[in-house]
């Protein structure tokens, strides 16, 4: 009969592989996360700075076309911002989705533990029974001497 070719270690190798990848992933979504709020605070902080112009600016001479101009540019800063805070909702929505991912396998791992150590201490119990008959066996078959 040909020998099979299944890996009785592949799935006992399988998980600490996936959790691994689960936490690389993780980290990732959280550099992502943290790189989106970058971004947020610079466009936030572009727009205050242009606001800032525009109102030193209007102190002065009024130049029509270029209060348009940078109110326009100030309107595509916010939104920007707009944009940014839904990008960042989405990271943050995928970082707590990794996270219960990874939560859940690990959660997982320690119940199969714990399903191991229960079917070990069954397999103990039903041993048991048959330890004893043995051991009666055994005593009946020498007798015990007085000594």
């Known amino acids: 009969m040909p020998k099979s070719r299944c890996n009785p270690q592949a799935p006992l190798e399988h998980a600490p592989r996936v959790e691994r990848q689960l936490a690389l992933e993780l980290a990732r979504l959280h550099q992502q996360l943290q790189t989106e709020r970058e971004k947020l605070y610079n466009y936030m902080r572009r727009r205050a700075q242009q606001q800032a112009s525009l109102a030193r600016e209007s ?3 009024l130049d029509l076309d270029h209060i348009r101009r940078r109110q326009r540019h100030i309107n595509v800063l916010a939104d ?3 944009r940014q805070k ?3 909702a989405a990271a943050a929505q995928a970082v707590n ?7 859940a396998m690990k959660r997982d791992k320690t119940l199969d533990r714990l399903r191991g150590r229960r079917a070990q201490e069954h397999r103990r119990e039903m041993a048991r029974p048959g ?4 051991d009666e066996v055994a005593v009946s078959r020498h007798p015990h001497r007085p000594g």
């Open 59 to 61: 102190q002065g001479t």
């Open 80 to 82: 920007a911002v707009h």
């Open 86 to 88: 839904l990008a960042i």
């Open 97 to 103: 989705g990794k996270r219960e991912e990874l939560a």
């Open 131 to 134: 330890r004893n008959i043995a």
